[in-house]
């Protein structure tokens, strides 16, 4: 069964400081891996979606990475208007729907 | 673009009661996917469309969840004699489905509370 593991549950930063998030992931074959961000009350808005290990993804200052077992969602120089819940998900090729993980809630601080 | 529109975006009601979701997806997109979310998870796939056949249930869709889709426009979440454990957020999805690539576009969620 696909499984998504992501850590940490909940980041606090001060604005500037740079740190990562963690996708680990279990799937028979991926189709995708997709980072979504989700603001309280809303539903998620599309981040990015990686293919294939090695493969980077670049907004503003988000970059996300791909290997074969995880995900990392880097978040550089980041600023209080980035603090929101980033969800990570997979799509098994041989199924349609997402399985995603739990989230990590990063607070950043002015 | 206007976006993925969901119909009401809350809704109170006692358990046992029916109540009705609706979805409105992006125009040219012909995937709909339904998931349901609550505090501290990550959304869970519950069914989805192509066009106007619903391809995949979840097992979590039991039988008194029903979905709709005529015509492959807006679709419809039907949930029969509520329980407090359908309290949730919907959230409804579209997508333009390609065989290499698919981004799906979610709403803003309907949020059930059943008492």
């Known amino acids: 069964e696909d499984q998504v593991t992501q850590s940490p549950e909940a980041?606090?930063?001060?604005?500037?400081?740079s740190s990562s998030l963690n996708c680990s992931y279990t799937v028979s074959g991926l189709r995708g891996l997709f980072w979504y961000r989700q603001d309280p009350g809303k539903g998620p808005e599309f981040l990015f979606t990686l293919y294939s290990a090695g493969e980077e993804k670049e907004k503003e200052?988000?970059?996300?990475?791909?290997?074969?077992?995880?995900?990392?969602?880097?978040?550089?120089?980041?600023?209080?208007?980035?603090?929101?819940?980033?969800?990570?998900?997979v799509q098994d090729a041989g199924f349609q729907k997402l399985v995603f993980g739990t989230g990590t809630r990063l607070l950043v601080s002015p | 673009d206007t976006g993925v529109s969901q119909d009401p975006r809350h809704?109170?009601?006692?358990r046992g009661q029916n109540v009705t979701f609706r979805c409105d997806p992006i125009s040219e997109h012909n995937r709909l996917y339904w998931y349901r979310q609550t505090l501290g998870q990550g959304p869970e796939f519950l069914t989805y469309f192509q066009n106007e056949a619903q391809l995949e249930k979840s097992r979590l869709l039991s039988d008194r969840f029903s979905a709709e889709r005529p015509k492959g426009?807006?679709?419809?979440?039907?949930?029969?004699?509520?329980?407090?454990?359908?309290?949730?957020?919907?959230?409804?999805?579209s997508s333009l489905y390609d065989r290499d690539y698919e981004k799906l576009f979610f709403g803003s969620g309907t949020q059930l509370s059943v008492l």
Request: glycine share 4%; proline share 3%.
């Open chain 1, 11 to 17: 980041l606090r930063l001060q604005e500037g400081e």
């Open chain 2, 73 to 93: 426009s807006f679709s419809t979440l039907e949930i029969q004699r509520t329980e407090q454990g359908d309290s949730a957020m919907y959230l409804c999805a």
């Open chain 1, 61 to 89: 200052r988000l970059k996300a990475t791909l290997t074969k077992k995880e995900s990392f969602l880097h978040i550089t120089a980041p600023k209080p208007e980035d603090s929101a819940t980033y969800l990570c998900a």
């Open chain 2, 11 to 14: 809704k109170i009601t006692k």
